[in-house]
């Protein structure tokens, strides 16, 4: 039989199931998807590959899905490094965001994101930011899978004017992706502090009546969980409680800041948390307790966060920091092995968007976005268990080869749908506009 791909690798992770690793296995894509996993010598008897890849010293898996991300704010990579959240928020990000913020920076910080997303393996991202058009567009034209929020805030921007505005705007996006197969939308109130009580109650009738899941900031700090208490008497997660949007569809971001009781409450409501070690870290947020909200059965995926705070877009540095992080804070050495650290990386993100029928991990039927990473570097060697190697040794310049529905956007470290030099110029001039 004639395929489009057909892929020799060292080793497989599918990922589901979580304790398989394929020895000497080979992957068959074909017209996007994933139509066959087998062993190498029946795949050579069964597959003539219109393009034959042999990564004999590489792993494959599925692609990364980087639940967390301010794309564009790329162009903003090391401004106003070493502050507090709200010291670089309101003082920094914001003004700098008045002055500069448009199409244009989208776009460009946007296409910068999107490249360092494919060099270092992420083949599905989950956006929110300003124009959220502007990112879907860039996406589609890199071949990139993104998940982009209709971001509603209560003040003026030069995207919107008020809720509604917004509300709106998003709504005009949704219809017009509706039949794109790369791009899908999530409604994405950015925090309790910046968003009302008439909006998110909107947003929430509109989910439920459009099926759409909604991302939002929660707890990223004592603070903000501090200063809702003095103001309306409640906890931040209360009074999202309370206005009905903590469900199955509800993906709270970072979650630093939490109680055994609303752990449990969480749980119950099969709602997802994305956490962001190293944003966290970086802003001394806090950190989430995912081993605690891991065995109450939440589902944890991860994200970067924006560069601007991170800063980096970098899957596998945030799994590896998410991994250790985490048995520093549950003081247990056994908490979140390599194996769960690489499922809150893959699968976990694709169930938070709701769309771990598609992607997620490597089965036959599900979209073709597959990645392979080059074992065969002395820091990864030898190799007793790839899992491991890959999770706590492993680094993005070993990302060699990217696949999303079976196009290739990585070949041997090359970018395939992206000008590299041109978007050097479009970055060094906006460095040069925002160092002003």
Same mark, same amino acid.
């Given at each position: ?18 304790? $398989? ?5 080979? /992957? ?30 590489? =792993? ?28 670089? /928020? +309101?003082? %920094?990000?914001?003004?700098?965001? %008045? +002055? ?36 879907? +567009? ?9 998940? $982009?929020?209709? $971001? ?7 995207? @919107? +004017?008020?809720?509604? =505005? ?45 099926? /759409?899941?909604?991302? !939002? %900031?929660? %707890? ?30 509800? #993906? ?8 055994? @009781? ?13 956490? *962001? ?7 001394? &947020? ?37 991994? /250790?992080?985490?048995?520093? $804070? ?46 065969? *570097? ?12 890959? #999770? ?12 999303? &529905? ?11 749908? !992206? ?15 925002? &160092?002003?």
């Amino acid at each position: 039989m004639i395929v489009d791909t057909l892929i020799h690798a060292r080793w497989i992770i599918p990922v589901e199931p979580s304790a $398989v690793t394929y020895d000497y296995h080979s /992957l068959v894509m074909n017209e996007g998807r994933i139509i066959d996993i087998l062993p190498t010598p029946e795949a050579k008897q069964k597959y003539q590959g219109i393009t034959t890849e042999y990564l004999t010293q590489h =792993a494959l898996m599925p692609g990364f899905v980087n639940c967390h991300t301010h794309a564009a704010m790329s162009l903003m990579r090391g401004i106003a490094d070493d502050l507090p959240l709200m010291d670089w /928020l +309101q003082n %920094h990000i914001w003004p700098l965001e %008045h +002055q500069w913020m448009s199409e244009s920076f989208v776009k460009d910080g946007t296409d910068l994101a999107i490249a360092e997303m494919i060099l270092s393996g992420t083949t599905c991202f989950n956006d929110m930011y300003y124009f959220p058009e502007t990112t879907a +567009q860039q996406a589609i034209q890199h071949g990139l899978r993104a998940n $982009v929020g209709l $971001v509603v805030i209560d003040f003026p921007t030069v995207y @919107a +004017q008020n809720s509604e =505005a917004y509300i709106e705007k998003g709504l005009a996006l949704r219809e017009y992706l509706l039949h794109q197969s790369l791009v899908s939308v999530a409604f994405a109130p950015h925090a309790p502090y910046t968003v009302s009580d008439a909006p998110l109650r909107k947003i929430k009738k509109l989910a439920d009546e459009l099926g /759409l899941p909604v991302n !939002m %900031h929660v %707890h990223e700090t004592l603070h903000e969980v501090e200063q809702a208490h003095t103001e309306i008497g409640k906890r931040p997660l209360q009074r999202l409680q309370e206005l009905g949007l903590i469900n199955s569809s509800f #993906v709270a971001v970072h979650m630093t800041q939490l109680s055994d @009781a609303e752990i449990d409450q969480f749980a119950a409501a099969n709602a997802h948390i994305v956490h *962001c070690p190293e944003s966290n870290l970086k802003l001394a &947020s806090g950190f989430c307790p995912i081993a605690r909200c891991l065995d109450a059965g939440i589902n944890v995926a991860l994200g970067t966060d924006g560069a601007a705070s991170n800063n980096d877009l970098d899957m596998l540095g945030e799994m590896r920091t998410a991994a /250790l992080l985490a048995k520093a $804070v549950a003081n247990d050495a056994s908490a979140v092995p390599a194996m769960i650290a690489l499922q809150m990386a893959t699968i976990n993100g694709a169930k938070a968007l709701g769309l771990d029928k598609e992607i997620g991990s490597l089965a036959i039927g599900k979209a073709a976005d597959v990645i392979a990473l080059d074992l065969d *570097c002395l820091s990864t060697q030898p190799v007793y268990d790839p899992v491991s190697q890959i #999770v706590y040794a492993a680094n993005r310049q070993q990302v060699t080869d990217v696949w999303v &529905s079976g196009k290739r956007l990585l070949k041997k470290r090359q970018l395939t749908t !992206m000008d590299t030099l041109d978007l050097k110029a479009r970055v060094a001039d906006w460095q040069a506009r925002l &160092s002003l």
